[in-house]
Structure formats: C-alpha cells, structure tokens
C-alpha cells in the first residue's frame, strides 16, 4: 500500500487545516488508517484512527473534540480535520495504514507509511 500526505502549511494559532491521505495499491487489504505526528525534539504519536469498514474512530486526548479523522473509502482517501491548532500541534503528520485486520493506535501495527506533511502552527 503507497501512501501520500498532503495539506500542510503555515497557519496562525486558532486555524483550521485538513489532512489527505490518498491510498493506492494493495488497498482491499487496509483494515484501519490513522494518523500520527512527530513534533521538534518528540518521539513520534498516535493521533486519530478510523476502522475502514465500519467507520470506528479513535483519538489521541490532545486530538479529542479538535480534529476529526474521516475516510472516502471511494476515493481511498483519509481525512484529518483539525480545529483549533494550537502551537503544540506543530509537526510532521505521517498516515499510515494498517493491514493487521483489525484498528489499533500502536505505532507498530501500521505497515505501511506516508512521507508526512509538516504542519507549523505559530501563535
């Protein structure tokens, strides 16, 4: 499964962004997507997943009532709607894909991985 990310930029604290993931490949095989980022000097976090048949979604506590994670299963695309940026939300988003069979917010069970779109929020 390919990935790649897109809809970075530079925003001002309190703006909005949306994040796509545009899959193609081996889709049948993808049970879940997510997004995780990795922010200046930090280890790499889960967060949002979503289930890609039935629509399950799961949220990091700092994602909780900001950003929202959707799919197209179509379009094979994920979306990440993220409110409210704050400057703490400034890193590289990577998608990921996970071909487990199941959804999960480990970092090791995703397979296959997008190049990351940076996100710099300043205040």
């Known amino acids: 499964v390919q990935l790649q990310a897109s809809g970075g930029g530079l925003v001002l604290a309190g703006s909005s962004l949306r994040l796509s993931c545009d899959a193609s490949?081996?889709?049948?095989?993808?049970?879940?997507m997510g997004w995780f980022r990795q922010g200046p000097g930090n280890n790499r976090e889960f967060v949002a997943a979503?289930?890609?048949?039935?629509?399950?979604?799961y949220y990091s506590d700092p994602a909780k009532g900001r950003f929202t994670i959707s799919r197209d299963n179509a379009k094979n695309t994920v979306y990440l709607q993220m409110n409210n940026l704050i400057p703490e939300d400034t890193a590289v988003y990577y998608c990921?894909?996970?071909?487990?069979?199941?959804?999960?917010?480990?970092?090791?069970?995703?397979?296959?991985w997008g190049q990351g779109t940076l996100v710099t929020v300043s205040s």
């Open positions: 990921a894909a996970d071909v487990s069979g199941g959804i999960s917010w480990y970092e090791i069970d995703f397979s296959s």
């Open positions: 490949g081996s889709t049948s095989i993808v049970s879940a």
């Open positions: 979503i289930d890609w048949s039935g629509g399950r979604t």
